[in-house]
């Protein structure tokens, strides 16, 4: 057959792709869920009819979300995932032996179990002993949790939602206070071409907060524009390059220490985002 | 009415454009040209049903074709431009009061007619003293030409049509032998997302007859993935640098000597595809 899902972006912009199969779908109490397997970027997890996900291009997003904050901090020992529920984040984390523990905390379970029974090479990292599964909201987590972090990553969804308040700066606050006195923080910050808006939201409540606050890029294919933003704060270390000496793990696709620092050069559009 | 134009790359992914209002449409004798008014995008340039430049982002794409051979070179005189009918790497190259002369080759003069008339902000360089319009092919002018370029800037349509040529290792040494002994050539080479193997044929054909051949990147949302590639080659300069002391000509707002730089960074997968 020949079916499209239509992803709506705006009132004047979606993407469709051309699926092969449709292997799952199920509303959960947050949102409705669904995997699919695309014509050409393999199989995808859509939530509320957004892709979250592609196998094909899911190594871009996950290693520089979680590869830029491990390789800033010199010992990353304790790590905390808000979201994530599809694991990749997770599996990027784990690459590091410095880890001993990775505690992931998801609203929605039923994400988790979506992806362990149909991403499996996502979300490998579940089944390691490292990983620590917490099924609750993000929000109620940090403001109760009593342990310190060395690296907090906010991998959400979109900010609509149960995701919205995972861009206030209120939760920064709360995980201000979970990260150890060099701990470093960060947050999947959009496209600066198509939200711009929520993109200086995240720079901004972070720059109130943290001493150091800084935002990078990467293209990203299948999200829209490819255009993406990362933020990230930290309490001491500079975010823009990795730790002297600190070598990346081997087999990454996309990061590198000099993507590391190229990734925070900002073109003067985006910079004045972030002026307003 | 409720109308979208649907821009379909490949048999599986499409992107959907809505429109205010379809301005002008005509068949030349290369191709269906229109100019459209989208929603969130202003007005773009569809050349057979594929968006060719959009008023909101077409700044991207035409400061990083242009300023990145510009700002190599220490001194650029002479330029030609093949293709690019649409004005923007024109106006972009006129920037430089080094500037004497821009050659604008362009196969279809009808393209030039429309965005004279539809989009004036782009195609302000046609009415400069400097610009030479040459309605030809390029592939033939190239063979003809009997003067000499500092820099040459291919910007072509995809390779299909009347592009395809424009692709070729044999058209590259046409322009090797156009160029004085220090001049640089750069083209854009495509998604290395959606068409890895363009972005690693041009490389390669670049690569055989250049003493220098590198690959550089650039976000441009309204381009299928966002991720866009331009190959760069030169005779003499290093190309992943601005010259010593050359500044930027002012209001850019994508390019700036340390974009350019950065630009050429690439992530291995990126890297992996030019090593085929």
Redesign the interface.
Known sequence: MNV?L?EEH?????????LRDIIHVEQTPYQELAIVD????GRALILDSIVQTTEV?E??YHEMIAHVPMMVHPNPVKVLIIGGGDGGTLREVLKYDSVDRVDLVEIDKQVIEACRKYLPTISAGFSDDRANIIIQDGLKYVKEAECKYDVVIIDSSDPVGPAVELFSAEFYRDIYELLHEDGIMTVQAE?P??YGDVFARVYHNMNTIFPRAGVY?A???SYV???WAFGIASKQYHPERAAAGRKPVTG?????T??H???F?L???VQ?LLER
């Open positions: 499209w239509s705006t009132a004047g912009y979606a993407v469709h792709w051309r695309t014509h050409e970027w291009d190594f871009i496209s071409a198509f890029l293209c990203v294919p524009s490819g255009f990454l696709r996309y990061y590198t000099d993507i620092q190229a990734a050069v073109p003067p559009f004045k």
